[in-house]
């Protein structure tokens, strides 16, 4: 059964940072691309980062370019290192999975993700 597990979400100052997890069960990571998506109430859900098989390759939106990096360890846990944060970045944050890869605007459409976690909430305060 694949299962995704995301974590590492908190209550933070503008400019600090968070690290959240995405640990994975039922399949192999480099098999996927993993994106990072994150939703407020009322709006639709974005994509804020991924990374795709095989190579590796990274993808970020305009809002996380420079701040977010993603990256991924031999153990199926996915990282999103969250820097510089800003009260806009507040929202529920969801890792996810999908059997392909693509262009920016691909990986960063949720609705080419097969599987999600639970969502990790980030709180960013002014």
């Known amino acids: 059964e694949v299962q995704l597990q995301a974590s590492g979400g908190g209550f933070v100052q503008a400019g600090g940072s968070l690290r959240l997890s995405c640990a994975a069960t039922g399949f192999y990571f480099d098999d996927y691309t993993i994106g990072w998506f994150r939703q407020v109430p009322g709006k639709e859900r974005e994509g804020v980062s991924s990374i795709s098989h095989p190579y590796g390759r990274t993808n970020y939106a305009d809002s996380a370019k420079g701040r977010f990096t993603i990256s991924k360890d031999g153990a199926n846990t996915v990282y999103l290192e969250m820097n510089g944060l800003k009260p806009e970045d507040t929202a529920v944050y969801y890792c996810?999975?999908?059997?392909?890869?693509?262009?920016?605007?691909?990986?960063?459409?949720?609705?080419?993700?097969?599987?999600w976690g639970q969502g990790t909430l980030v709180t960013v305060s002014s």
């Open positions: 996810a999975a999908f059997d392909g890869f693509g262009s920016a605007g691909r990986v960063l459409n949720p609705g080419v993700y097969d599987y």
